[in-house]
């Protein structure tokens, strides 16, 4: 189903601004399905996208009396939730904290884990920039092809082309290394 509402015109922002609870509400249900969109497009996954759009309408609703202008809107609600992606991508990043009792990792364990992410982190930065740009909004930070894609002005498929020869390049860097020992 295609979305064809537009967002709430500037009368009920303004009002809602200045505190009308009627326009605050009329202003967070229709500002709903375009962040909801928002959000499917920048979020890595649907589970993150609506903690997403449900957190930046959340926002809305307790600050929108610091909006400045009400033209502002759009881009503010963009903002809030291309952070609120990005955070939840670097949340589901971090490794999970170290578990108590027998399933407590040795010493030994850690650092080999450091060492294997330092072999992957130097494999990256070895890259040319154009290749390690699309390997780490893709792979890091979890965008989806089109929105890569599109930062960085590229076709999907000319992203996905150098997408694969940076993820080869990166294999073969940590291949050659095993074979060092």
């Given amino acids: 189903m295609a979305e064809t509402r537009t967002w709430p015109d500037e009368a009920v922002i303004a ?29 890595a996954t649907p589970e ?24 502002a809107l759009v881009s503010w609600m963009f903002r809030i939730i291309r952070n609120e992606c990005v955070r939840r991508a670097r949340l589901a990043l971090r490794p999970p904290p170290p578990l108590h009792g027998a399933a407590m990792r040795s010493a030994e364990e850690e650092v080999f884990q450091r060492l294997e992410a330092a072999r992957v982190a130097a494999a990256v930065a070895a890259l040319p920039a154009d290749q390690r740009q699309v390997l780490i909004m893709r792979d890091v930070q979890g965008l989806s092809g089109r929105t890569t894609a599109d930062a960085l ?21 940590l291949g050659e290394g095993a074979c060092d020992d």
């Fill in 48 to 71: 993150d996208a609506e903690d997403a759009a449900q957190e930046a309408l959340i926002v809305l609703y307790r600050k929108i009396g610091t909006l400045r202008a009400t033209g």
């Fill in 153 to 173: 002005g590229l076709t999907v498929a000319a992203m996905k082309s150098r997408l694969h020869r940076a993820r080869a390049a990166v294999q073969h860097r």
């Fill in 15 to 43: 009002a809602a601004r200045d505190g009308d609870a009627e326009s605050i509400a009329a202003l967070v249900s229709g500002a709903h399905p375009h962040v909801r969109r928002f959000a499917r497009h920048l979020c």
